[in-house]
């Protein structure tokens, strides 16, 4: 009906130019409401794409406009109005706020609601609520702004994804990180978006949201938006930033002399090691975009170059990310075809983190290049540098960076084509065809001459190339329809649809050594190496999964009656090939009520106040492929193989059961949302020991364990200032989350190498039944030193001292919960200020009682003999009377944190007299400014996985543990504080 409106629109506005009956003029004028200007509120000739947003003082110009037109003004929040010009040139609009604003569409899955339809825990972020800034992973973008949405990218390395925790562990023997739906596309990645295009993003944190994405969705669903275009002619946006990044904060270390008077090995020199590998990192970034669109067809391409450096030398990564958006309406209006394609190429420069620790604990004596050495020292052998040769765990750290290449290529493609097909005005089709690939190649390599890693000091085996490449394609075919209806005082909403999803990867690793010289990068020339006539040396490996498909069948049903009580329901029957055979196939379902409570109380002033309950199932898939099949490896010479674990047929999904209750409140400038939450998981997908009379390899992958986590998420909103001259929006979100492990493997057991050297046997993480997951058990330092040992409390005072590690999980030893590596509370604090054409935006950021194990204390702090050659942690908690090493809760601090994660202000020009440019708008931003904590180690956030302990030259895990949170690793990147100033330019 609208589209033939604007028709018969256009057909008058033809006959009346043809006659001369109106007379095209410019008009101008203000929008405001009733507490003043209204900045970018949308002012448009009806019937016409000639339009305009009214700028930071409400202003607004129009040109070629009919005398007798009428103009349509829209703004988020308000009511929408029609005014007739009657031949006015200048017009003053005021706009009136509109409850019905509980009625904006919401995406959440398959669909859209209005707000106030919806009966789960769902956050809606918009893009002017992101995080401003350098923001280079686009789930920086959400830290800190959705409740119980832990995001921690621990020390800031540009080059490593951050970890995403929705309401805390959500899985043991899966993936713990919630599903990214972007434009509709299951399972899309977000370093294939740059975070410039992105409009907004949705987090569907409960189970009866979730539910019906199925398995995918058992840790969360995150919804992102891209932007699209706009109708209203060619508009070109530019983008651009320019950031410095400095060190914010590190372990504190002598300076070598404070280093010699405490006893320390002199070589002679004086040298600031980590100043030597690190630098003031930049990074620049460039966005162009071109947007428009008429009547029928809206389009958006952009492309976005971002060159980011570390703060660590050799680190960081050059991005191209292109995308485009195309929208159409076709078939009299009835099939609207949305395309969207994705490409990103990015080559990251990884370094060495391992650098940044040595830089802390390598003699500050020693010399960089052996010429420097005070005794005579073969400084070809090592590239010209000074190594301290026949110590454990001790290499250059400037030689690391500079001799040794570790760098990466990765390019990830995605197109989707969506078809929406109008059946009738209340039934419609939708059709969604996806497919993504991804590719990357990794290669470091290590010259012959290179200590580290290298085999400098190898007679005949030098040198070290390593090469890894892996190829992911995803497709995705997605078919659904919607009937909406109304009877009475109901209206409802039946979906139904199906889901085919397919992910095939492939991966090849090598690694050779032996090379004969430091002319050339033998990573690119491989056939010199001298391991192919000694074949044994090669390591080699490569893997392909099947197909690994998922098929669902899935029907939802939204009812709301008298506009004021809400029903949610939906099943999805989901089959995946990762599975035994006789457990493929499982059911999810999920069911929401809610009701707004004021629509019967009419309370004065409130617009809601929602009471909602909501319970929903899903699933977990494992991580690897055939886990159910028996799985076989290499024997006798790689000859033949032995049978490494027995199959189960019987192997099925990992379940989620959650319930939510909430309370939404809503008035004038106040709202509020309250979730309280319990979910239960069960049926983890480990590997386990089995009895081998039945089962011959003693091993098999099975359903085994529960853990169930509960908590509460609050969160407020408030205009505490909102007049023509200044406004002032501030918003606090909190958040707890506590998990506990009902059932395991094992009743209790400890995980968590502190590692070496000489601490290979010293764990630190208890795991035990009916206990919260991260628990840091030792024994207690009592303050007192004897002979240079820590003096340990008698716990249980039996007069006996069990503090040995064997005593660890002995019901009479002295050990005990020393903290515990989560968080208890999780803090955002939101402040946004507009006054004039500056705007100001303070975003603090704070976790609390979760501790920390600072291994570079527990390491490099006590004065042990061999530690003369080595440097010294220096915190205001070393005690120099301590000479032998072991763990205790002196390395065990707490480690809360409030810092300043954001500030930035900005200022947009007005430029009303300017035909070619619209709008320009300068920023100025700084990140990471202050952190108030008593941690002593570089960065107090949590760390909520470990990989596990390394050293001398030692590679580092690839596979993270969820159940040992709270381990501050020696090789961690570390913290850096950044300042940016942007310039963004309207044509």
Aim: proline share 3%; aromatic share 12%.
């Amino acid at each position: 009906m609208k589209i033939r409106f604007l028709r018969k629109s256009f057909l008058l506005f033809g006959v009346f130019l043809c006659f001369g009956m109106a007379v095209a003029q410019e008009v101008s004028g203000t929008v405001s409401d009733a507490s003043g200007p209204l900045p970018g509120a949308s002012v448009v000739v009806k019937g016409t794409t000639n339009g305009a947003q009214t700028d930071f003082d409400g202003l607004f110009t129009l040109s070629n406009v009919e005398s007798n037109a009428i103009l349509l003004i829209s703004y988020i929040g308000y009511q929408p109005l029609e005014v007739s010009l009657d031949g006015r040139t200048n017009i003053d609009i005021v706009l009136t706020e509109d409850a019905q604003a509980l009625d904006e569409v919401v995406v959440t899955g398959y669909g859209s609601q209005t707000r106030k339809e919806i009966t789960s825990a769902v956050t809606v972020v918009s893009n002017e609520d992101f995080n401003q800034g350098t923001v280079n992973d686009a789930s920086q973008l959400l830290q800190g702004k959705v409740a119980g949405l832990s995001i921690y990218n621990k020390g800031g390395n540009p080059n490593k994804d951050a970890v995403i925790r929705l309401r805390g562990i959500s899985s043991v023997g899966a993936n713990s990180s919630p599903l990214i739906v972007i434009d509709g596309v299951v399972g899309a990645s977000l370093n294939n978006v740059d975070p410039n295009d992105i409009e907004s993003i949705n987090v569907l944190k409960d189970g009866s949201a979730a539910a019906i994405y199925g398995t995918r969705g058992s840790s969360g669903v995150i919804l992102v938006t891209t932007k699209k275009g706009t109708p209203g002619g060619v508009s070109v946006d530019y983008s651009g930033s320019l950031a410095l990044s400095t060190i914010a904060n590190h372990v504190d270390v002598m300076t070598a002399d404070e280093f010699v008077a405490s006893g320390g090995v002199d070589l002679g020199s004086r040298n600031d090691w980590l100043d030597l590998v690190t630098i003031d990192g930049s990074t620049k970034v460039n966005n162009v975009s071109i947007s428009g669109g008429d009547g029928n067809t809206r389009y958006r391409f952009s492309g976005n170059f971002r060159d980011a450096q570390g703060i660590l030398r050799e680190s960081g990564f050059k991005q191209f990310n292109t995308r485009g958006s195309i929208s159409t309406l076709t078939f009299n209006d009835k099939l609207k075809i949305d395309f969207n394609i994705s490409f990103t190429n990015r080559k990251s420069e990884f370094s060495y983190e391992e650098a940044l620790r040595y830089a802390l604990l390598y003699n500050p004596t020693a010399p960089v290049f052996g010429k420097d050495s005070p005794f005579q020292f073969d400084s070809p052998t090592f590239g010209g540098y000074f190594e301290t040769l026949g110590l454990f765990d001790s290499f250059n750290p400037l030689s690391i960076v500079n001799q040794n290449t570790n760098t990466g290529d990765k390019n990830e493609f995605t197109y989707s084509a969506n078809f929406n097909y109008d059946i009738l005005d209340n039934w419609e089709v939708n059709a969604l065809i996806s497919q993504q690939t991804n590719k990357l190649t990794n290669q470091d390599y290590y010259r012959t001459t290179s200590h580290f890693r290298g085999n400098a000091t190898s007679p005949n085996r030098k040198g070290r190339a390593r090469l890894y490449t892996e190829n992911r394609d995803f497709k995705l075919f997605e078919l659904y329809s919607t009937y909406n209806q109304s009877i009475g005082l109901i209206d409802f909403s039946l979906t139904g649809g199906y889901s085919w999803q397919q992910q095939n990867q492939y991966n090849y690793f090598l690694e050779m050594g032996d090379f004969p010289n430091n002319d050339i990068e033998y990573i690119n020339a491989l056939e010199w190496s001298q391991d192919l006539a000694n074949a044994g040396f090669i390591n080699a490996s490569s893997d392909a999964s099947p197909d690994d498909r998922i098929i669902a069948f899935f029907g939802r049903i939204n009812a709301t009656y008298d506009n004021a009580i809400f029903l949610n329901a939906s099943l999805r029957r989901e089959g995946s090939t990762k599975f035994g055979e006789n457990n493929r196939w499982a059911n999810f379902p999920a069911v929401g009520l809610g009701a707004d409570l004021n629509h019967y109380l009419e309370l004065n002033n409130v617009d809601l106040l929602k009471v909602r309950v909501g319970y929903g199932v899903t699933g977990a898939l494992p991580a690897s492929n055939g886990l159910s099949r028996a799985l076989y490896t290499p024997a006798d010479g790689k000859l033949s193989s032995n049978q490494s674990t027995d199959a189960n047929p019987d192997l099925k999904w990992e379940e989620k059961a959650e319930t939510n209750f909430g309370v939404e409140f809503k008035m004038d400038r106040l709202s509020s949302t309250i979730d309280i939450y319990s979910r239960d998981v069960s049926d983890f997908i480990l590997e386990r020991d089995v009895d081998v009379t039945i089962y011959p390899t003693g091993r098999r992958v099975e359903n085994a364990g529960k853990l169930r986590s509960s908590g509460f998420e609050i969160a407020l909103n408030y205009d505490i200032l909102r007049n023509e001259k200044l406004k002032y929006n501030a918003g606090i979100i909190v958040s707890r989350n506590k998990t506990i492990l009902k059932e395991y493997l094992t009743p209790q057991e400890m995980r968590g190498s502190l590692g070496a050297p000489g601490q290979n046997d010293t764990d630190m993480i208890r795991i035990k039944e009916g206990e919260e997951i991260g628990q840091i058990w030792g024994p207690v330092f009592s303050g007192e030193v004897v002979d240079g040992s820590q003096q340990f409390v008698d716990i249980n005072n039996d007069g006996q001292l069990l503090t040995n590690q064997n005593n660890a999980l002995d019901p009479d030893g002295d050990f005990k919960v020393l903290g515990k590596g989560t968080p208890d509370f999780e803090l955002g604090w939101t402040n946004q200020l507009q006054f004039g054409n500056w705007d100001v935006n303070a975003f603090f950021r704070g976790a609390f009682g979760h501790s920390l194990i600072n291994t570079y204390r527990a390491f490099y702090e006590p004065r042990v003999g061999s530690q003369g050659s080595y440097n010294f942690v220096n915190t205001e908690l070393a005690n120099p009377e301590i000479t032998n090493a072991k763990f205790s809760s002196l390395y065990v601090e707490k480690a809360d944190f409030f810092k300043l994660d954001n500030l930035s202000l900005g200022y947009t020009f007005n430029l009303k007299e300017n035909n070619y440019i619209k709008g320009i708008r300068v920023t100025a931003s700084g990140q990471n400014l202050f952190t108030i904590t008593n941690y002593t180690g570089s960065d107090p956030e949590p760390a909520l996985q470990d990989a596990g302990t390394i050293d001398n030259g030692g590679f580092p895990g690839t596979s993270y543990d969820p159940l040992i949170p709270g381990i501050d690793r020696r090789n961690n990147y570390f913290s850096s504080r950044t300042y940016t100033l942007g310039l963004n330019i309207n044509f």
